[in-house]
């Protein structure tokens, strides 16, 4: 099992800028991709961004943070990061990171294990 828990959110102004943190802790030595997600209250689940943890480190990144976010681990795969710049109004949500343990879930977006979420609300 991989244990996940998220830290850095909070609240700032558009335009500013905010790191997120992932601590993971378990099997992450056996993860295959790790990803930021984010959920508003009465709305859907949404990935954002997704890195393989393998040496390449593809990443990948939603239409709507794309340019302005940027996904990070380390080799250990024990802490993911999420850098956010640029942010709007419409990036307030709970964010959430995710471990995907086999390719199907990367690809997919069905992701193994999960945290508990940790707050941004970004004002206008």
């Known amino acids: 099992q991989v244990q996940l828990v998220e830290s850095g959110g909070g609240s700032v102004q558009a335009g500013g800028s905010l790191r997120l943190s992932c601590a993971a802790s378990?099997?992450?030595?056996?993860?295959?991709?790790m990803g930021w997600f984010r959920q508003a209250r009465g709305k859907e689940r949404e990935g954002i961004a997704r890195?393989?943890?393998?040496?390449?480190?593809?990443?990948w990144y939603a239409d709507s943070v794309k340019g302005r976010f940027t996904i990070s681990g380390d080799s250990a795969k024990t802490t993911l990061y999420l850098q956010m710049n640029s942010l709007k109004p419409e990036d307030t949500d709970d964010y959430y990171c995710a471990a995907g343990m086999d390719d199907g879930s990367c690809y997919s977006g069905i992701y193994n294990y999960w945290g508990r979420g940790t707050h941004v609300t970004v004002s206008s």
């Open positions: 890195i393989y943890t393998n040496a390449v480190g593809t990443t």
């Open positions: 378990g099997a992450t030595s056996a993860t295959v991709c």
